[in-house]
């Protein structure tokens, strides 16, 4: 990106190619066009294989319906090269680029003949940002990824399940292995981006899905490196290297809500027992022994009940902004449905339209999860159709 160009968006000017075969590079491709870079989309003319990966609009499969490639795809511009048999078009579009993004391994590369350090070498500006599962070196570079394979090997997989432990892990879903390498991704390349600000250099910045699920691993690493303890897959709550009890509550209306009860913070105790005493349930958690923290913490079971009970007298809604306007630390638990008549997300206009073309019309999309002070909003675009600006971009018909 020329230090000269000055844009109304984070990065406005900076741009990028991108050849990704899974979500993990759609996804940064992604964050970067919403953030205003000018993002170019290579596929094969076959079509990348996430326009094969459902739900599908209207339940009709196709390359052009898929949701998943919807999500991922927005804000770019798209165009077909078959370089399977040249790389010679891939080449030229490489010439103007502030930013490669590859997903294919080792492998896949030497076998189209594509050199990631020989490109950064002949485009000494280029950051070329890699994300594969293992990484471009080491002896399980090429070994089949997943989304459920990295968690496994990176370790968060061993933390996600219940607390039956006859029970399995449990995949988690969302593909957040995808997901967590793609924020490591983003952050290595601001960091390659600052460094050829004051070099005028590029790099090969190489993402490893596996490495980056393994240093996500929450409260595993610190218990297994200093008291070497394992920590306990628990449903629905931070693993541990001991059981706790559940901090979801059930209420009157079906609907759950979650609720922190942390009986170390007095006061946090002290709230929710004069919320309770209020409405009549309080029972003996006024009497004097429980204001002493090693007695509430012997009489957690007995806690934990009265705790339930009282949530049962009120709907899920009540409770959460109630408790939320007393201090204490509650949430409600919605469904992917309840998100869009959630008050907050609607007086911020979270959510956005993007107008899907005359078949699909307007389609409601999740919005940016920031806000500038210094820069206005990107317009937000569909995704692009397979092969859509190849006249464009390529300057032919194809």
């Known amino acids: ?16 190619l991108e050849l990704s075969e899974d979500i993990g590079g759609e996804f940064l491709g992604r964050l970067l ?15 990348a294989p996430t326009r094969a990966i459902g739900p599908f609009a209207n339940g009709q499969e196709g390359p052009e319906n898929s949701l998943t490639f919807w999500y991922y795809n927005n804000n770019k511009r798209g165009v077909t090269i078959d370089y399977e048999a040249s790389l010679e078009p891939l080449s030229a579009l490489l010439a ?20 990631l350090y020989a490109v950064a070498e002949a485009h000494p500006a280029l950051i070329v940002v890699s994300i594969t599962a293992y990484g471009l070196t080491g002896p399980w570079k090429d070994y089949k990824p997943s ?28 593909d957040q292995a995808y997901h967590t390498a ?39 690493n610190p218990y297994w490196f200093y008291p070497k303890a394992n920590v306990l897959r628990q449903t629905c709550r931070h693993a ?31 709230i929710l027992v004069e919320w309770m005493e209020e409405k009549g349930l309080a029972a003996q958690l006024t ?24 949530f049962l007298l009120m709907d899920a809604n009540e409770a959460y902004l109630e408790g939320q306007r007393r201090g204490l630390p509650i949430g409600i638990v ?37 806000r500038f002070t210094a820069f206005g909003s990107v317009p937000r675009h569909r995704a692009p159709r397979l092969g859509e600006h190849n006249a464009e971009v390529l300057g032919k018909a194809e």
């Open 96 to 115: 103007d680029r502030d930013i490669f993004i590859t997903t294919m391994q080792p492998a896949r590369l030497a076998e189209l003949g594509l050199d």
């Open 1 to 16: 990106m020329n230090d000269a160009v000055h844009g109304a968006h984070p990065y406005a000017g900076l741009r990028v």
């Open 147 to 174: 989304n459920l394979v990295a968690l496994a090997g990176g370790g968060p997989l061993f933390m996600c399940g219940y607390d039956d432990h006859s029970i399995p892990p449990i995949n988690p879903g969302g």
């Open 33 to 47: 066009a919403e953030m205003g870079a000018e993002v170019i989309k290579v596929e094969h003319p076959r079509g």
């Open 334 to 370: 919605n469904a992917p449905e309840d998100l869009f008549n959630d008050e907050h997300l609607r007086a911020r206009s979270f959510f956005v339209e993007i107008d899907m073309g005359p078949e699909h019309g307007p389609v409601v999309f999740p919005g940016e999860g920031y």
């Open 182 to 220: 793609t924020t490591q991704a983003h952050i290595g390349l601001l960091a390659a981006l600052i460094h050829r600000q004051a070099t005028g250099l590029g790099q090969v910045l190489d993402i490893s899905m596996h490495s980056a699920n393994a240093v996500n691993m929450e409260l595993g």
């Open 287 to 310: 009497d004097p022994e429980y204001s002493e923290l090693a007695f509430r913490q012997t009489h957690f079971d007995e806690i934990q009940t009265l705790v339930e009970c009282f």
């Open 240 to 270: 541990q290297p001991v059981m706790t009890n559940s901090p979801l509550f059930q209420c009157g209306d079906g609907r759950y809500v979650y609720y922190t009860l942390i009986l170390g913070d007095e006061k946090a105790w002290i």
